[in-house]
Structure formats: structure tokens, C-alpha cells
T-cell receptor, first 115, second 114 residues
Framework: DTGVSQDPRHKITKRGQNVTFRCDPI?????LYWYRQTLGQGPEFLTY????????KSRLLSDRFSAERPKGSFSTLEIQRTEQGDSAMYLC?????????????FGDGTRLSIL | AQSVTQPDIHITVSEGASLELRCNYS??????LFWYVQSPGQGLQLLLK??????LVQGIKGFEAEFKRSQSSFNLRKPSVHWSDAAEYFC????????????FGTGTQLKVEL
């Protein structure tokens, strides 16, 4: 169990640029989640996958955001045409897919700063 | 929709003192309840969870939490705080049929005075 890995840890970019983050879940976990956390707030759910299928997307996930999990292993989260309001910590988590009470294991996050 | 309230934004305790962090939830049935801890610049670590059964649950690092259905609460406690416990603490819920996604409170920042 190597834990959930996220890359990069920090990303600084100019407004209007596209960014992509990667998440590698715990290998036997078939559910993968993305959350966004802004300063002084708890994480907010963005989207989740069961294997390669994206099963739910939050209203927070505008059409500039897209997430993929092509082979049911790692996932990517892309933000197009970044805006100042996108500055946040993006957290990835994974869990086993049996039921709705499985503990989620979190990565250390990607901190995005928009200049 | 379910929601979670953590009424205390900041709490300061002296090292060795007892600690109680409050968490209230709003949901029509009993949700699945979790406490996570987050150190600066890090992800979240699970402290403990409640699904059913015994309403007093034990977690890691000497923490425990008690589920009180009548009060819709799931407060986190520790009898003697250590300086290394300084961090931010989040209460979270998930619900049946919700895909296991978590709804978090706004967190409580714990400061420990030596």
C-alpha cells in the first residue's frame, strides 16, 4: 500500500492557461474521487469514478473542468482557461467500491495558484 | 441534502488538557460519519469512523468519538492533548446511495499551547 499519489504538488500558472493534474490511487481501490478545498473551508466534492466510469459530477464542476480515468487506474483532472477563482487545493481520494461507507484515503493534494 | 456543521472555527487548549471538537449533521437517516485530520499542506488522514453498532468509537492517536442520534452529533474527544495534535480537524458524512462521496464541515483549527 503506497498510498494515493498526486502530481504535481504545486502548480503556478497564468490566468487563461490550461492545467492538468494526475492522481494515482491505491492499487486495489476501484473508486476514485476529486475534491476541491479553498482556504478556510472543508473539501468539496467534484466528481467520482467507479473503475473507468465517471458516475457523478458536482455542479461545481463547470464545463472548463474535465476528468478522466481511462483504464480504471490513474485519473487526470484538467482545467481549461483557468480563472482566479480556480486557485485552490485539489485533492484526490480512493476507496474500495463496496458500499457507501468505505473510508477514503487521500493524497497530499495539488495546490493550484493562478497569477 | 445532507450537511455538516462544525461550530468552532478555532480552539486552543493546553498540552495535557482534554479536548472535545463538535460536529452536528443534518440528514433524515443515520449517515456514515467520519473524522479526518489535516496538517498544513497535507492531505487528510482518517482518524475514525462510525457506521452502526456501538456509539462510542475508538480511532488512531488516542481519539474517540461518540454518536448521539438524539442530538445529531458526532463529537470528537481526546483525554490528553499532545502538541503534535495541532492541526485542522474535519467531520464528514456519507449517505446510503450517495456513491460514498463525502460532505465535509468547514473544519476546526486546533492550537496546542505548551
Amino acid at each position: 500500500d503506497t498510498g494515493v499519489s498526486q502530481d504535481p504538488r504545486h502548480k503556478i500558472t497564468k490566468r487563461g492557461q490550461n492545467v492538468t493534474f494526475r492522481c494515482d490511487p491505491i492499487s486495489e481501490h476501484n473508486r476514485l474521487y476529486w475534491y476541491r478545498q479553498t482556504l478556510g473551508q472543508g473539501p468539496e466534492f467534484l466528481t467520482y469514478f467507479q473503475n473507468e466510469a465517471q458516475l457523478e459530477k458536482s455542479r461545481l464542476l463547470s464545463d472548463r473542468f474535465s476528468a478522466e480515468r481511462p483504464k480504471g487506474s490513474f485519473s487526470t483532472l484538467e482545467i481549461q482557461r483557468t480563472e482566479q477563482g480556480d486557485s485552490a487545493m485539489y485533492l484526490c481520494a480512493s476507496s474500495l467500491g463496496q458500499g457507501d461507507n468505505q473510508p477514503q484515503h487521500f493524497g497530499d493534494g495539488t495546490r493550484l495558484s493562478i497569477l | 441534502a445532507q450537511s455538516v456543521t462544525q461550530p468552532d472555527i478555532h480552539i486552543t487548549v493546553s498540552e495535557g488538557a482534554s479536548l472535545e471538537l463538535r460536529c452536528n449533521y443534518s440528514y433524515g437517516a443515520t449517515p456514515y460519519l467520519f473524522w479526518y485530520v489535516q496538517s498544513p499542506g497535507q492531505g487528510l488522514q482518517l482518524l475514525l469512523k462510525y457506521f452502526s453498532g456501538d456509539t462510542l468509537v475508538q480511532g488512531i492517536k488516542g481519539f474517540e468519538a461518540e454518536f448521539k442520534r438524539s442530538q445529531s452529533s458526532f463529537n470528537l474527544r481526546k483525554p490528553s492533548v499532545h502538541w503534535s495534535d495541532a492541526a485542522e480537524y474535519f467531520c464528514a458524512v456519507s449517505i446510503t446511495g450517495g456513491g460514498n462521496k463525502l460532505t465535509f464541515g468547514t473544519g476546526t483549527q486546533l492550537k496546542v499551547e505548551l
